[in-house]
């Protein structure tokens, strides 16, 4: 019923921007925290970046100043402009919430289905 969607992910030179976008979708009353993981082949998935409900954020240190995540007023909206992108950076994106209220139940830890960023040389 609830379905976090990502969009925004594809190739890009060394030193290029991309822009992620993902939208919950469904019958949802409130989303709280909002956020970016990403995985790399063989490793575990890190937080790039989160965003409270009130508008606070964090960064993985290897992200701060480059990358930047933002909300829309509704809150059903999290952004991940990415700048100055380094091959390291290439990932499947995931966007996760840690709750969503649908008026019935919550639902905890959500994930969406990924997109990939790759990131040339």
């Known amino acids: 019923q609830v379905q976090l969607v990502e969009s925004g992910g594809g190739l890009v030179q060394a030193g290029g921007s991309l822009r992620l976008s993902c939208a919950a979708s469904g019958s949802i009353v409130r989303v709280n925290a909002m956020g970016w993981y990403r995985q790399a082949p063989g490793k575990q998935r890190e937080l790039v970046a989160g965003?409270?409900?009130?508008?606070?954020?964090k960064y993985a240190n290897s992200v701060k100043g480059r990358f930047t995540i933002s909300r829309d007023s509704d809150q059903n909206t999290v952004y991940l402009q990415m700048n100055s992108l380094k091959p390291e950076d290439t990932a499947v994106y995931y966007c996760?919430?840690?709750?969503?209220?649908?008026?019935?139940?919550?639902?905890?830890?959500?994930w969406g289905v990924g997109t990939q960023v790759t990131v040339s040389s």
């Open positions: 965003i409270t409900s009130g508008g606070s954020t």
């Open positions: 996760y919430t840690d709750e969503v209220y649908t008026g019935s139940y919550y639902l905890t830890d959500y």
